[in-house]
């Protein structure tokens, strides 16, 4: 398994560090040792308000600007023109870099004219302040949008995705495209323990089902996972998911899980469910 994903000209690397909850010195805490112990890919947000301690974190640590991968999004509300352009100054601002190496729209919006927005997006990517575009929680209808009639050059997908979810369907249209899927909540937020054959699975390979949770995500094609870590040990956890090898049977066993557990749909996302949408 190749530790990185091609995409759009950056190396997306397929284990990163979510940081969606973490906040203040106790995110910049988390992004340190994550750095320390060897994770290069970074993923946070406007919405998250905690990118100026992603940016403490990865001054502090040093670390080349060249082997780090950061991610940030535009919220929702700031879907206009003159908001991403704001939004987007903000965020590079509050992480003290001069670029980052993907910027996401991180939830769509009802009234948001997309052929204005990748006309910015891809003024960013353009002028160097960004090294690619995307978007997270598009259905199926808004990637086609995206990908076929404003033909923006994405370099991924980011929604939720875990063993309990099935992603089928998105997941065949991105690789069709080329385009990978970068999962959130990959260990299902808890969920895991509430199916004890992901413990025998785990016994099996002397290790957590976490780590079967995070190789079963990290064995397919085109998928990138950022679980969220603030604990060193935790973070530890997920890197040794790196080094699982699930077989067959445990594909077969995992495959017979429910996969109808959404997570995460607030009030202002997509129909995933609506025609030609997921």
């Not at 973490?22 to 320390?36: I, T, W």
């Not at 502090?60 to 991610?71: E, F, K, P, Q, Y």
């Not at 997908?157 to 249209?173: F, P, S, W």
């Amino acid at each position: 398994m190749q530790n990185s994903i091609q995409t759009q000209g950056i190396a997306l690397p397929r284990l990163g560090l979510g940081t969606f909850r973490m906040k203040g010195y106790d995110c910049q805490a988390a992004v340190e040792s994550a750095l320390e112990l060897g994770y290069t890919h970074l993923d946070t947000a406007q919405m998250y308000a905690n990118q100026d301690a992603v940016g403490a974190a990865i001054e502090i640590t040093g670390m080349a600007r060249s082997s780090l991968h950061v991610t940030t999004k535009v919220w929702h509300e700031n879907l206009t023109p003159d908001g991403v352009r704001r939004s987007f100054d903000e965020s590079l601002q509050a992480l003290k870099l001069d670029y980052v190496d993907l910027y996401l729209i991180h939830w769509p919006s009802q009234n948001m004219d997309l052929p204005a927005l990748f006309e910015v997006l891809e003024s960013f990517r353009a002028d160097g302040r960004t090294r690619a575009i995307g978007v997270a929680n598009f259905n199926l209808a808004m990637l086609r949008e995206v990908v076929e009639e404003i033909q923006a050059p994405i370099a991924c997908n980011q929604i939720e995705y875990h063993v309990l979810l099935d992603q089928a369907r998105v997941l065949e249209y991105l690789r069709a495209h080329g385009i990978p899927l970068v999962a959130y909540c990959p260990l299902a937020q808890g969920r895991l323990a509430e199916h004890p054959q992901l413990s025998d699975i785990a016994r099996k390979h002397d290790a957590t089902p976490a780590q079967v949770a995070l190789k079963w995500l990290l064995d397919q094609d085109g998928v990138a996972a950022i679980p969220k870590a603030q604990h060193p040990a935790r973070q530890k956890e997920n890197l040794g998911a790196l080094v699982v090898n699930l077989d067959d049977e445990d594909r077969n066993i995992i495959a017979g899980l429910p996969k109808n557990q959404r997570l995460v749909s607030p009030p202002f996302a997509p129909a995933w469910d609506a025609p030609g949408a997921a």
